[in-house]
């Protein structure tokens, strides 16, 4: 019977128990199975007829031994039939099942022992677990089949039975009822107390614990739980407002890093200023630079030098054939050896000559030679000035050329006069003149006061200064706010005489005046200029009915509170005109109708 098994040396036998058979078994373990036979006494191989292994009673298997369908026998029967063997060889009563012949009663065996537990106690036999859950037809994971997510049931190793001749075993026989076949029943692993359960540190029997029938433990993720929709988006939130917080903290903190930093050193590279592109250079006519961009190609600078002084006026383009016109003030310093340059807009200096000059009414011509592209003035008329006006002021105040200032008229018809340095009182200008707030000072002389409409209204030549009071802007103090101007209807007639005949006409009324008269109004003088006669024979004043001791109080209807006032209102007007004169005589107001003679002025 043990064709096919390697030798490892001589057989040897053992005898048993009367009515056991021999069993030859070879030094590796194995051992030959013996025939059925009447009985179980004998000699092995007795016997005839087939005989087949005692199969193992379900609920029988300990320890997780499970059958072996795919090998075609099961491990509990090899097992079986190696307890058998060796204690048949050791003279033992059988420990594993006895195997009954199929043609022949065997006789019954006493019932085997439970076999004990690791804890000395007997397993109670496992009862099949009810499912939790009702069936289920359609195999849904996970009380369905097993799908590609279950888990790998773990590896499951043999478990080898103790040696049958080691001291200490002791002998366990198998029952079977009679006529039944005798359940395969193994020996139950010796317990292990090596190492607890719940130790970290793993049996030395790795299926001491192993039952296959125990209820299955709760399925468990593996990994990091799936978080549901709520959670994800209270997590979401979560992150995002703590991003904000960062961002926000990182924000403000470069910032001020870098604010701090520019702060300190300015900030690192060249500076570039934010600036607006390039405009349209246009402006609209009636502003103050549309107005001075008219009218500075008119205007000049004079320079005048003398033998015992010098200075600087302003001059306007009259025409294009070099006539300017300024202040009599201005030139006078050149006297008759002197000298007169005029500088243009566009950089050129001439030579200029007078042409004439008038010193009643401040004014003077010079003429340029050789200057082409001249654009003169376009003139305006002072009668339709109007207090409030807009004015704009254009001259050299203190050698600056082309200076613009802007202002209104503050008033009309205003009595100035100028001069009066000389002893006899030859340079004193008396001028009917427009009042200005437009800023003038010394060197806006002989400049042009212009409209909104960019015509010369008023020649700039006075200030009142107020440090010495002086009407004369002879002096360096600057200005006030008080500017006067000599109207450019007196001016054009001035100019025109002295362009055409070197002299300028006055108009005049034939009496002397008393210039010391301290009351109101102005008073005839009692006797004349070289003890002559107040009231010129055969003159303006005399055909009127004028008389030594008469007080002029009114021109027109004008009031008149002395005689230079009684001067200005006459030269406002051409020789020839005719005035309303109101006078006082003995107490009594008269009325008398005077046509202005003329004189020439020097």
């Not at 294009?320 to 500088?343: C, F, K, M, Y």
């Not at 003169?376 to 105040?397: E, Q, W, Y």
């Not at 006669?533 to 027109?556: F, M, Q, S, Y």
């Amino acid at each position: 019977m043990n064709e096919g098994t390697p030798e490892q040396g001589p057989a040897r036998t053992s005898t048993g128990a009367p009515g056991d058979a021999r069993v030859a078994e070879a030094i590796d373990g194995d051992f030959a199975l013996r025939p059925p036979s009447e009985g179980l006494s004998g000699e092995v191989g007795s016997g005839g007829g087939d005989f087949e292994l005692g199969r193992p009673v379900p609920g029988a298997l300990a320890d997780g031994v499970a059958e072996d369908d795919a090998r075609g026998d099961t491990e509990a029967d090899r097992l079986a039939g190696r307890l058998v063997a060796s204690d048949q060889v050791a003279g033992r009563a059988p420990t594993g099942p006895t195997l009954a012949g199929v043609d022949g009663d065997s006789e019954p065996e006493p019932p085997a022992p439970e076999p004990p537990t690791a804890h000395g106690a007997a397993f109670p036999p496992p009862e099949q677990p009810k499912p939790p859950h009702d069936p289920d037809h359609y195999s849904t994971p996970p009380y369905g089949g097993p799908g590609p997510w279950a888990s790998a049931p773990p590896i499951q190793h043999p478990v080898h039975p103790p040696d049958a001749s080691a001291p200490g075993t002791a002998p366990q026989a198998p029952t079977a009822a009679p006529g039944a076949v005798p359940p395969v029943t193994h020996p139950a692993a010796p317990a292990d107390t090596s190492a607890s359960p719940y130790s970290d540190t793993p049996p030395a029997n790795p299926w001491a614990r192993y039952d296959p029938w125990a209820l299955p433990a709760p399925l468990q993720q593996a990994g990091t739980p799936t978080p549901t929709p709520e959670q994800r988006r209270s997590r979401t939130r979560k992150l995002l407002a703590a991003s904000a917080v960062a961002l926000a903290l990182l924000s403000g903190g470069i910032g001020g890093v870098v604010g701090a930093r520019l702060e300190r050193d300015g900030g690192g590279g060249d500076v570039v200023l934010p600036q607006a592109g390039e405009e349209d250079g246009g402006r609209a006519p009636g502003s103050v630079a549309g107005i001075a961009a008219r009218a500075l190609p008119s205007v000049v600078t004079l320079h005048v030098t003398g033998d015992e002084e010098s200075g600087t006026g302003t001059g306007i383009v009259l025409d294009t054939r070099g006539h300017i016109l300024t202040n009599n003030h201005v030139v006078q310093p050149a006297g008759g050896d002197g000298e007169i340059s005029v500088s243009f807009g566009g950089g050129q200096t001439v030579k200029a000559r007078v042409v004439g000059h008038d010193t009643g009414y401040d004014l003077a011509v010079v003429q340029v030679s050789g200057v082409r592209g001249l654009k003169p003035m376009p003139l305006g008329n002072s009668d339709n000035v109007r207090v409030g006006d807009p004015v704009v002021a254009i001259g050299a105040p203190f050698g600056l050329d082309n200076t613009v200032t802007s202002g209104i008229i503050s008033a009309k018809e205003r009595p100035i006069t100028a001069g009066g340095e000389a002893s006899d009182g030859s340079d004193v200008s008396y001028v009917d003149a427009l009042q200005t707030d437009a800023p003038i000072n010394p060197g806006n002389s002989g400049g042009p006061l212009l409209d909104a409409q960019g015509r010369l209204v008023g020649v700039n030549s006075a200030i009142r200064s107020a440090d010495d009071g002086a009407g004369v802007e002879g002096g360096q103090a600057g200005s006030i706010g008080l500017g006067f101007a000599i109207p450019v209807n007196q001016a054009k007639r001035v100019a025109e005489e002295l362009i055409n005949t070197g002299r300028a006409t006055h108009p005049v009324i034939g009496v002397t005046l008393d210039l010391d008269y301290t009351g109101d109004g102005a008073r005839v003088a009692t006797k004349g200029n070289g003890d002559g006669p107040a009231v010129t024979a055969g003159g303006p004043g005399a055909r009127a009915g004028l008389k030594a001791g008469d007080v002029i109080t009114e021109v027109d209807g004008e009031r008149v509170h002395s005689g230079d006032e009684l001067i200005v209102r006459t030269r406002a007007h051409r020789p020839g005109d005719q005035l309303r004169l109101t006078l006082r005589r003995n107490g009594r107001d008269l009325t008398v109708s005077l046509v202005l003679g003329s004189s020439t002025g020097e």
